[in-house]
């Protein structure tokens, strides 16, 4: 008898506006904490749900007591603390730190792998344990940040977004990555790679070819550009409702179409479910996507419908991520 599928709630755990533009003569705004202060509605919503949060922690989070604190109360019922590297907050600091958001495969080897023994050594002291889990900031993985990743203890990785390209966003000078290769049936399970369990963050096809292999080189090709052709094929695809990418994360997309693609990725044999989003998406004002009390409503009940639409579909438990992968 196959075990249910695994229902994981990841959760990038950072400062307020950390997407907010840079100013223009350089330097970053002081750090703000009132989303991770405020965490208490979060937590507690997800204990009504029943699902089991996985809280990936920035260094500046981790230091700060409130916030900390927390954390901490919901790592107590059962929550998983792993890391969340956003280099350029974390020491030590390196060229470019105070003028960009750096990827980490930007800075010199012996930096990168300082500042992520920074993070681990910082989240040990916050929290008691030896995180396991990690998520890149700004999705910046690469083989490199995976063998570091496994030399400091970390044993899954969540990092990817199959489909997605981030090659257009930039940091110091490198562009983000590109993950379209990975929208195919082998996302939908758990892979080993330099030592680590990867678990992208879920996103699939819906509509009349979704979830087959003519989507996912249909979406892959169609990635492949920025011009007026993409926009117009992808906009023929939606309408005529033949296929679509929806990354399952709340205020990504309608809500209807949220709830489907949690619903096939179920029935596609998913053996996880791993809805992502931003602390501060669920607090208003401290993120570009949750900017009013209206937002912060819609982010709540896209989360609950992700939720009840994946367990209508068939068997899931909510798991952590560490314990999605095996571990």
């Not at 991770?36 to 996985?54: E, K, Y």
């Not at 792998?113 to 050594?121: I, P």
């Not at 910046?140 to 400091?152: I, V, Y």
Request: glycine share 8%; proline share 8%.
């Amino acid at each position: 008898m196959t075990a249910p599928a695994s229902l994981v709630v990841t959760i990038d755990t950072e400062p307020d506006n950390q997407w907010a533009p840079l100013p223009a003569g350089g330097g970053h705004p002081p750090l703000t904490f009132a989303n991770t202060r405020g965490l208490s509605r979060l937590i507690d919503f997800m204990g009504r749900l029943g699902v089991r949060a996985t809280w990936l922690t920035s260094y500046s989070v981790a230091r700060d007591p409130e916030s900390a604190r927390l954390l901490a109360v919901a790592a107590s019922a059962g929550d998983e603390i792993g890391g969340h590297l956003h280099a350029w907050e974390t020491p030590p600091m390196g060229p470019g730190d105070n003028t960009a958001r750096p990827y980490i495969y930007e800075y010199p080897p012996q930096l990168r792998l300082a500042k992520l023994q920074a993070l681990t050594e910082t989240l040990r002291a916050a929290f008691g344990t030896q995180p396991v889990s990690y998520r890149a900031g700004r999705w910046g993985l690469d083989a490199t940040e995976l063998r570091h990743l496994a030399s400091l203890g970390y044993r899954v990785d969540t990092s990817i977004v199959p489909g997605h390209d981030f090659s257009r966003s930039r940091g110091l000078s490198r562009p983000g990555p590109d993950f379209r290769r990975y929208l195919t049936s082998r996302a939908l399970q758990p892979w080993q790679e330099e030592g680590v369990w990867e678990v992208p963050a879920s996103a699939t096809t819906i509509g009349a070819f979704g979830g087959t292999a003519a989507a996912a080189a249909l979406t892959r090709t169609m990635w492949r550009r920025g011009d007026l052709l993409r926009r117009g094929v992808e906009s023929l695809a939606r309408r005529a409702r033949l296929c679509d990418l929806i990354w399952v994360r709340p205020l990504a997309h309608p809500r209807a179409d949220l709830a489907a693609a949690a619903s096939a990725l179920v029935r596609q044999g998913a053996r996880v479910v791993n809805v992502m989003f931003h602390s501060s998406e669920a607090f208003a004002g401290t993120s570009p996507k949750s900017r009013t009390p209206q937002d912060v409503e819609r982010f709540y009940g896209d989360f609950e419908a992700i939720v009840a639409a994946a367990r209508a579909a068939g068997p899931i438990t909510p798991r952590t991520l560490s314990e999605a992968a095996g571990l």
